[in-house]
Every structure is written in C-alpha cells, then in structure tokens.
C-alpha cells in the first residue's frame, strides 16, 4: 500500500464513521419521539396486566439474555441505538425463575417456544435448557416451530415434546456444528509497518498470535481443535437423547449435509410434522383447548418475567450474587469490571451483616492483571467471613478464572470456556509505519537510555525484552501459585495443565479447574444449603452491583458517542474481522488512558453454532 492509497483508505473509514455517526444520531432522535409517545399511551399504568390464562410465548429472536437484568425503560421497549428495534433483555436468572413460576401456574397452558434467530450464546441456551425439561415435568407440553433451524437453535428446540417446522417452500434448516475463528494480521501489519512485540508465558497462550503470525502455531490449533469438539459433544448428547436418535447418526446427517429442506427434518426424526401457517394457528387453537386460533391468549415471555418474578424483600437473610460481567479493566468502565470499583463492592458486600452467603458469577475472558489482582484479594478477604462459591458463565479464563479460582467451590457449565492460566504483553511499534508509510521522521530525546522504551515509535532492544520477559514470567510464576492454593493442587500439577491453554467446563472438572456442572441456580441453590438453609425461598436473594437505571443507561449510550470504538466493531459486524477491530480497540484504549496495564490475561476466542 503506497502513501497515497494508505491516505486514501484513512479518508473512507473516517468519511464512513461520520455518516454512521450521523445515523446514529437520527436514530436516536427516533427513540426519543418513541419513548415519548409510549409515555402518553402508557400513562397511569404501573404494572404488566396478564391475562387469566393463556400460552406462554418464548420467541428467543425478540429477547437476548444477558448475566444480570436492567431496569427497564419507564415507557415500555424502544428501539437499540444500533439495530432501531425493539429487543428487550432478560437477566438469565429471571428466565430461570419464570419458567419455574410457570410450571406451577394454572393459567399457562403450555409454552409455545420459537428459536429461530436465538441471540442467546451456546452457554445461556444451555442454562435455560435445564429449566424447560423441568417444566415438561408438570405435565404442560412444550411446543417448537421453527422455519430455519441451525443446529444452535435446534439445540435449544430439541428440549420440546414436539417440534413442527414449515410446510411451505423456501424453508431450510443449517445443521452445520461448531465453528470458531482464528485470524491472523502478521501479513497486513507487516505491509502496514506495524510491529507487534509479543512476550508470553505459556505456550497455549494464543491472545497475541493475531498479530505475529500468518497462521496457528501447533499447539493453538490443538487447543482450539479439543474445545470446540468438547463443546460439540455436549449439544450432540443432549439433542440426540432428546430426540432419540443416535449421536453417529446425527453427525452422520451434519457430515453429509443430509438435513436441508423440512422434508429432511421429518425423515430423520428431527421434527414431528410439517405446518402451514394456517396449520401452526389450528395446532396451537388445540393445545389451547379452543375452537379458534382468535380465542387464543398469547403471554410475552418478557411481561411474564415482568409479572411474576420478583425477589424475596421481606426475608430478613440474604444471599449476594455479585456479577462480574465483561473484560477486567483498570479504568472506571460501567460495562466492564473495573478494578478498584468493582472491589469496592466486594468490600461492601463483605461488611454488610446481612449478606450470609455470595454466588461469584464470573463472565469474563479476562484482562488486566492488576485489576485482576485487586479482585481477587478482596474475594479471598471475604471468604474467611462468608462462603464463596463461584459460577462460571460463557467465559471465566484468564483474568476470570484468576479472580474466582479460590472459591470454596466452583459451578461450571459444560460449555464454559475456563482455564487459560497464563499471560502475555503485546506492545505494538509504529516506527516504520511513521518513517515509510507517512513519511515521518522522529528524533528521541531522553533522559535515560530507556527513556522511551513504550513510547511505541521503536522496537524494544535485547535488554528490555529480557527485562519484559522476565517481568510476565514471574506474572505466570504468581498466577500458577494462586492456582495451586487455590485448588489444593502442586504447583507442578497446575503448570502442567496450565501454559495458557483453554479448557472447556466439561473437560476442566477432570483436571480439577472446577468442582462440578452446574447453572447459575445450582450455585445459587448450593450456596443456600452451605449457607444452613436449603429451602431458597426463605431467602433474599440481592445482586451486585446494582443494576443501572434507565436513565444511567441512556446517559452510557449517549457518553459512547464521544468516540468511535463502537461503530467500528459495528462496521464489522458478522465478519471475520468483528473480533479484530474489537481486540485492537482494547489495546488502543489501554494505551491511550495511560493506566500502564503492560500485562494481560486475556481470552482470545469467540465462538459461533451453525
């Protein structure tokens, strides 16, 4: 790429940012009038009203479900500043509980479940899977249609007593496994002049890989290569069983792409039938036990969640479940977990005489290793006082499972990604970039001879990287310890299994990295029985930190419009290179805040179910 093309690119991208930019600013006009002509329709009405009875509707395309529930908009959903619709979100714990509350109402005739376009990660799908065979248990069936299942969504459907598909042409389905991405930027950079300085400890420490090689090392590839087939053996054993039919005959139809069109789906034994849409209404009018589909009452899953879910205020004992959501970061971020704040609330909960008890829910691939450091020392203090007993949701790895590794006892999904014990300093260098691509000269003066060691305009000389070295060698050293006190293991025994490698939560609880498979309800119901009552409606479950308010969440999302980072990852969106412009964001934020995180823990893997 010569001068004039680099400049030429430079100008699209910010050419590109200011319209999206202008986008965004209209759209969010468009909400203000949405929100506004919901508060004079909505005026006066202060509670979800639902009717006597009625289907449960769970379309998993109109909710995603995240770690901890929001406080909802005062004038009822309004269109994300990104896509302009409306999707609501509902805590994963609330979902949980809805479904239960479900099971024993009289007014829920069944649960009509439709996961086409789920946004829900593999993790939560399956979390939520647990509560809906429960619920098959009450006698109430569970109802699947779907028109385009992908083996993900069909994951969540094979859980129903029956499952229709589409009569009609144009239906298909995607049964295609698991697939992840690797992506590697050595080629680019180097035509760019961009230089990245890697030192790790660890040879399964990949984080960094992107940006010094063309393709995976061995050992990368190995790792990846047993995650995603652990992962795939867990969807495959529980749909198969579901539907009876055989794992090798489910990988059989996947391998030879022999489920396409609706008609396969019946074939195979994965669906029961084929409907028309007249047919779906006259299916549902039935299992309603009405003469018409009009005569039919349909519940959102989001109002009953609304309705029906609320906590125990009244029980005088609590138990605190503190979410630690998102990358571990030095700075003040509110969707992130930032060091000295989040331990801040750690402490608080400590002090509180009420509290008796704590689930550590950890979803985070990592971070910072100070910030990390600050956590954990503050859930240590806190386990001399109270049981601590961990929950691990998508990701718990690196700095995540650094934070929460000395829990008294640790929950894992199956599909958990966890482990990654190692760590590892990228610092890019931009000097020839500067000196052949923008033409460039710099002229250094310092004090001392490593003056300007990170000012990102030189390589680092054989001195410092030793110095660096040395430096993440003794983070490693430190980390595997922790490991080793943490779970009553040798620190030879964690090295071992350590090195930075990823590890799914079914393959973690044979190395001992976690205690037992289990959601985000076992913790919560474990935590109750060690707390000396099992019973968990005698308790008052609170969570930390508080959820924001509407209000702090709007003003969050006009605040991101001071920069740009999420409209790049948004440009990206649905391509292979969404994970990198996210990744590289990080880094420059990092660097540009000054807060000197030389050091990470960090997860380098995304996942996708097709």
């Known amino acids: 790429m010569d001068t004039k093309e680099f400049f030429k690119w430079v100008l699209a991208v910010l050419c590109g940012l200011l319209i999206w930019g202008l986008i965004k600013f209209i759209m969010f006009i468009m909400m203000i009038g949405s929100v506004a002509a919901s508060a004079s329709s909505t005026k006066g009405s202060s509670a979800t009203i639902l009717p006597k009875e009625g289907v449960l509707v769970m379309d998993m395309s109109t909710f995603a479900l995240v770690e901890q529930s929001k406080e909802d908009s005062p004038f009822g959903s309004v269109p994300s500043l990104q896509s302009g619709t409306a999707v609501s979100s509902i805590g994963l714990l609330d979902a949980v509980n809805a479904i239960h509350k479900a099971a024993e109402d009289p ?10 376009n789920a946004a829900s990660s593999l993790t939560y799908m399956e979390e939520l899977r647990k509560p809906l065979a429960e619920f098959r248990k009450s006698g109430k069936p569970i109802v699947v249609y779907g028109e385009a299942f992908t083996s993900g969504s069909y994951y969540m459907a094979s859980v129903a007593d029956k499952i229709y598909t589409t009569s009609h042409h144009g239906g298909n389905d995607f049964f295609l496994g698991i697939s992840g991405r690797m992506v590697f930027l050595k080629d680019l950079l180097d035509k760019l002049g961009v230089n990245y300085q890697l030192i790790r400890h660890g040879k399964y420490k990949s984080a960094g890989e992107m940006y010094v090689k063309n393709a995976p090392s061995p050992e990368n590839m190995e790792q990846n290569q047993v995650m995603i087939d652990s992962m795939w053996e867990t969807i ?6 579901s539907r009876d039919i055989s794992v090798d005959s489910l990988n059989f139809f996947i391998d030879n792409l022999t489920v396409s069109y609706p008609e ?6 994965l669906a029961d039938g084929l409907l028309s849409v007249e047919g779906l209404k006259d ?41 630690a959501d998102g990358n571990i970061v030095e700075q003040n971020d509110p969707n992130n977990i930032s060091g000295a704040r989040f331990a801040s609330v750690i402490a608080k909960v400590r002090a509180d005489s009420s509290i008796k008890a704590v689930v550590f829910r950890v979803n985070s691939p990592g971070g910072t290793v100070l910030a990390a450091s600050k956590i954990k020392e503050e859930i240590d203090l806190t386990k001399a006082v109270k049981p601590v007993i961990a929950s691990y949701g998508n990701y718990a790895a690196s700095g995540g499972y650094w934070i929460s590794n000395n829990c008294d006892h640790i929950f894992s999904d199956a599909t958990t990604l966890t482990g990654s014990i190692g760590c590892f300093s990228a610092i890019p260098e931009f000097g020839k970039t500067l000196k052949d691509v923008v033409h460039v000269n710099l002229a250094p003066v310092k004090s001392h001879k490593h003056s300007d060691m990170l000012s990102l305009t030189r390589p680092f000389d054989a001195e410092e990287t030793a ?7 003794d983070i490693y050293t430190n980390f595997v310890n922790l490991v080793a006190e943490g779970r009553n293991m040798t620190y030879e025994a964690v090295d071992e299994i350590a090195q930075g490698r990823v590890w799914t939560g079914k393959d973690a609880i044979k190395i001992g990295l976690v ?27 609170v969570a930390y930190p508080k959820p924001a308010s509407f209000m702090d969440q709007l003003m969050q999302q006009l605040g991101r419009g001071k920069d740009n980072k999420e409209v790049l990852v948004n440009a990206f969106a649905g391509t292979p290179f969404e994970y990198v412009a996210r990744t590289l964001l990080e880094w420059q934020s990092t660097w540009t805040k ?3 995180d030389l050091v990470f823990a960090r997860l380098p893997f995304e996942i996708e179910v097709r």
């Not at 005569?295 to 009244?314: H, L, T």
């Not at 076992?522 to 099992?534: H, I, M």
């Open 515 to 541: 205690d037992e498979i289990g959601t985000l309800e076992d913790a919560l119901r474990y935590t109750a029985s060690v707390a000396g009552d099992s019973d968990l409606g005698n308790w008052n479950v």
């Open 467 to 473: 110095w660096m070295q040395k430096y993440v060698d």
């Open 283 to 323: 299916k549902l009018a039935s299992l309603a036990s009405k003469d018409k589909y009009e005569d039919v009452k349909f519940i959102p899953f989001k109002d009953y969640v609304s309705a029906k879910v609320k906590s125990n205020a009244s029980a005088k004992k609590k138990i605190a479940i503190i979410y």
């Open 236 to 241: 495959a054993e529980e749909t198969a069983a």
């Open 264 to 269: 396969d789906m019946v074939k195979h034994n």
């Open 594 to 596: 000054g807060n000197g």
């Open 107 to 116: 007014g829920v005739k069944y649960i009509y479940l439709k996961t086409d």
